[in-house]
């Protein structure tokens, strides 16, 4: 059974709580007869098997649904069960994992199957709290889980369900503060059904996936809550959630050189901490350089390039810092070591594309070099 986090409750905190269970407890009916007769394909869900949730579950924390299927189905091709995923090289997961992001997300994949081989035969355990001490398994990973692959009443409070819930509350309760996230777990876990507790979950974040949607007017006129939805009795749907308003990202400019020799373009690996951790990349300078300044900067590394031109620029988004990146290729002469940056290794074409593992903030690059009209040949 899922035990709830203990948190220390005065009156009025438990009086808003049995009156949201009172509200919250309208909508499992109408909720789920909607989702039996809505809900979209997935390839996860006609396999709920725990491992297959487990992924699919984590591939979804920063992905949308349509863009994680295919990379879903690659996987499981793959790596098709626990065993697997705990056997497979770093590297090779890593380019498994290629375009998804937050990489330490699979690196914990592989870390947690290779402590369930240890502690549970390779088979998930059917525990929330023995799932939770999994890394990479929060509380939401952890109630998906429970409740979808082992049928045990255990909520699963993600953006979805939050935002579906406080519509229907109409709630204006910070939802960035981890006690409004265990507040509504609380009075989830007093009304999600017995017998099926993954189909509860799935339905509020379908529906919030489908029709109750962020940023704007969520869909009421098709969703099967309205008539109960608080928020829409009182017209405050499109205010709801509430979230303070995000601090500016920091801005950091990077000069990137694609350092082409002999049909072979230059990588170095990111220091082991911090972001894109152990990734490969290609390397790069602070700031934005001019093709002047970059020649001035060949010349005082005492380096004869061949030929040098610009790209196309291109920008990353991370959680705190935005990337604004211009671009080079610097070609060099073909058997000369060149002391530009250090520790770089020289990829082809194919190995760019079967072997390391490139971060989403340089494809717009790697695009430009290995299209079919790209510098990079087969």
């Known amino acids: ?4 986090p203990e948190i220390r409750l005065n009156w009025e905190a438990g009086k808003k709580i049995m009156a949201d269970i009172y509200e919250l407890g309208a ?3 109408p909720l789920c007869l909607w989702y039996r007769e809505n809900k979209r394909s997935m390839p996860w869900r006609e396999s709920p098997s725990p491992y297959h949730v487990w992924l699919s579950e984590i591939m ?27 056997g497979v090289p770093e590297e090779e997961l890593l380019k498994l994992w290629e375009g998804l992001g937050y990489y330490n997300r699979a690196r914990n994949l592989r870390k947690a199957a290779g402590l369930v081989m240890e502690r549970y035969g390779g088979e998930l355990p059917a525990d929330y709290d023995l799932l939770l001490e999994l890394p990479g398994i929060g509380r ?11 049928n045990i009443p255990a909520p699963a409070v993600d953006g979805n369900v939050l935002r579906v819930a406080m519509r229907y509350l109409d709630c204006g309760d910070d939802i960035s503060r981890a006690s409004v996230r265990t507040k509504l777990e609380r009075s989830l876990l007093a009304v999600i059904p017995e017998d099926c ?27 099967p809550l309205a008539g109960d939805c608080l928020g ?10 509430f979230r303070p308003a995000k601090k500016d990202r920091r801005i950091e400019e990077r000069t990137v050189l694609i350092l082409l020799r002999e049909n072979r373009v230059a990588l170095r690996r990111r220091p082991g901490k911090g972001l894109l951790a152990g990734m490969w990349e290609f390397p790069s300078l602070e700031g934005s350089l001019s093709l002047s300044a970059l020649n001035e900067y060949l010349r005082e590394k005492q380096v004869k390039a061949e030929a040098l031109y610009p790209l196309e620029n291109a920008k990353h988004i991370f959680s705190h810092v935005e990337w604004h990146m211009c671009g080079y290729v610097v070609e060099l002469p073909s058997g000369q070591t060149q002391d530009i940056v250090p520790e770089l290794v020289w990829a082809g074409k194919k190995e760019l594309q079967e072997q390391y593992a490139v971060p ?12 079919k009209n790209g510098i990079l040949q087969d």
């Not at 059974?1 to 709830?4: I, Y």
């Not at 829409?232 to 749907?237: L, W």
């Not at 989403?360 to 299209?371: E, G, K, M, N, T």
């Open 232 to 241: 829409k009795r009182h017209g405050r749907q499109s205010e709801r959630p």
């Open 27 to 29: 909508l499992a009916e």
């Open 360 to 371: 989403v903030a340089f494809h717009s690059f790697l695009r430009q070099i290995s299209s």
């Open 60 to 86: 979804l924390q920063q992905t949308r649904i349509e863009a994680a299927k295919a990379y879903y189905e690659r996987f499981i091709k793959r790596l098709p069960d626990v065993e697997a995923l705990a």
């Open 140 to 150: 939401y990973t952890a109630g998906a889980i429970a409740s979808i692959a082992y």
């Open 197 to 223: 507790p993954g189909e509860f979950n799935q339905a509020i974040m379908e529906l919030g996936e489908v029709i109750c949607i962020p940023g704007g007017e969520p869909l009421c006129g098709r969703c």
């Open 1 to 4: 059974m899922w035990n709830c």
